[in-house]
């Protein structure tokens, strides 16, 4: 994997604008389901201003609303399921090709519910962003908000990490809290914290490919903070 000490995009160089770039960064989305989320990198890319270009949309399920978001869009799509491979590892191969034909400065999670292995993160680490609706470390896993609302937390929210080798715990982006109310179920907790994942998600994939990011230990900084 690369090293997490390295600038995983480049800032602008010396001279430039702050936060402009003579070209879009280019980024694919990976999704699972309705793409609440790429709905709102797709609405925001349509900036030039957000210097962001989504290249490609992919999914381990075909047929699903997320796909329908970015095939109206014009962004081509492509579907990898699980069980058209062998193996995990073979699956895991074939979506790292199937990424990479896009050349990705970026690699989203918006939803997609797969861990990836070996072969994706050793061409994608420090690369490859996941949002997450618990504020980790706490509540890792597929049912953040669920965890949440048991164990009778007062705030909740959204993580964007860098994914790593583990589950959720790869170095934090950024967090944004959600308060947890008396009559919160799973369902009215996910879907008040999809409103606040929504507006980090696009400010920070949009900061990260403007400005670049590096990643030194646990530590993600964007441009030159």
């Not at 980090?200 to 993600?220: K, N, P």
Request: proline content about 6%; glycine content about 10%; charged content about 20%.
């Amino acid at each position: 994997m690369p090293s997490t000490d390295a600038q995983s995009i480049p800032a602008p160089q010396a001279g430039a604008a702050p936060g402009l770039r003579t070209t879009p960064t280019p980024v694919v989305v990976l999704i699972s389901g309705s793409g609440t989320l790429l709905q709102a990198l797709i609405d925001a890319s349509r900036d030039p201003a957000y210097a962001v270009t989504i290249a490609a949309v992919g999914s381990d399920r075909p047929g699903v609303a997320g796909l329908e978001r970015a095939e109206r869009a014009g962004i081509p799509t492509f579907v990898s399921r699980v069980r058209d491979f062998e193996t995990r590892e073979a699956w895991d191969a074939a979506l790292t090709e199937q990424v990479s034909a896009y050349a990705p400065a970026l690699v989203v999670s918006a939803g997609f519910l797969k861990l990836v292995g070996t072969r994706f993160l050793q061409a994608f680490g420090g690369r490859y962003l996941n949002s997450h609706n618990a504020l980790l470390p706490s509540f890792a896993g597929i049912h953040g908000p669920r965890d949440a609302l048991t164990y009778g937390v007062k705030i909740a929210g959204a993580t964007l990490f860098v994914v790593d080798d583990g589950i959720d715990t790869g170095a934090i982006v950024a967090q944004c809290a959600v308060p947890v109310e008396d009559d919160d179920t799973v369902d009215s907790l996910t879907e008040r914290i999809k409103a606040a994942e929504r507006p980090q998600l696009v400010d920070y994939v949009g900061r990260m490919a403007r400005e670049g990011f590096t990643i030194s230990g646990r530590r993600v900084r964007i441009g030159d903070r």
